[in-house]
T-cell receptor
Framework: DTAVSQTPKYLVTQMGNDKSIKCEQNLGHDTMYWYKQDSKKFLKIMFS???????INETVPNRFSPKSPDKAHLNLHINSLELGDSAVYFC??????????????FGQGTRLTVV | AQTVTQSQPEMSVQEAETVTLSCTYDTSESDYYLFWYKQPPSRQMILVIR??????QNATENRFSVNFQKAAKSFSLKISDSQLGDAAMYFC?????????????FGTGTLLAVQP
């Protein structure tokens, strides 16, 4: 069973469109994240949710809106897509709170290409 | 703010040899966690090894070990008996042990090639 799964794996879309990426984890974790990996492979946190509550929003444009219907799901909706949004988006999860020695489990990534 | 630096964009090693990937970080915190993640061409992020800052003993996982120097804020990864399957991008990451957030702060990565 896949621990963290995100769909789709690949997404090609035109500028100006709206798209969503879905993420689900079956690990019983409290905290979920979205990370963005740019064309130079640099990984940066975008959002973090703990028990459906937003706890991190790292100066991401408000065209990006995460939604967590329950603690096992964290979806990412992107409005008015721009060329610069092309990247790989990773969902991840971990145990929450201050148990910092818990590892983050990552999904397989969604490669978004905006044309 | 914490930062993580990987000064080697690319490294190469012969199969069966040993290679060390460097990582330094900057933080004012005393309690934190450090990780090495591997990203093969499949794109999947795989945890290789983790180190708790309060532990003096260096972490080891089979052929992978770290050299953790807290005072120097250095966290290098040693891969022994390198195998072709070790070829990947390796990311060093920092995570605070305090506060409500458990976000990972990543370095820029080191691309490791393994020569047969």
């Amino acid at each position: 069973d896949t621990a963290v799964s995100q769909t789709p794996k690949y997404l090609v879309t035109q500028m100006g469109n709206d798209k969503s990426i879905k993420c689900e984890q079956n690990l019983g974790h409290d905290t979920m994240y979205w990370y963005k990996q740019d064309s130079k492979k640099f990984l940066k946190i975008m959002f973090s949710y703990n028990n459906k509550e937003l706890i991190i929003n790292e100066t991401v444009p408000n065209r990006f809106s995460p939604k967590s219907p329950d603690k096992a799901h964290l979806n990412l909706h992107i409005n008015s897509l721009e060329l610069g949004d092309s990247a790989v988006y990773f969902c991840a999860s971990s145990r929450g709170g201050t148990q910092g020695n818990t590892e983050a489990f990552f999904g397989q990534g969604t490669r978004l290409t905006v044309v | 703010a914490q930062t993580v630096t990987q000064s080697q964009p690319e490294m190469s090693v012969q199969e069966a040899e040993t290679v060390t990937l460097s990582c330094t970080y900057d933080t004012s915190e005393s309690d934190y966690y450090l990780f090495w993640y591997k990203q093969p061409p499949s794109r999947q992020m795989i945890l290789v090894i983790r180190q708790e800052a309060y532990k003096q003993q260096n972490a080891t996982e089979n052929r992978f070990s770290v050299n953790f120097q807290k005072a120097a804020k250095s966290f290098s990864l040693k891969i022994s008996d390198s195998q072709l399957g070790d070829a990947a991008m390796y990311f060093c990451a920092y995570r605070s042990a305090s506060g409500a957030t458990n976000k990972l702060i990543f370095g820029t990565g080191t691309l490791l090639a393994v020569q047969p």
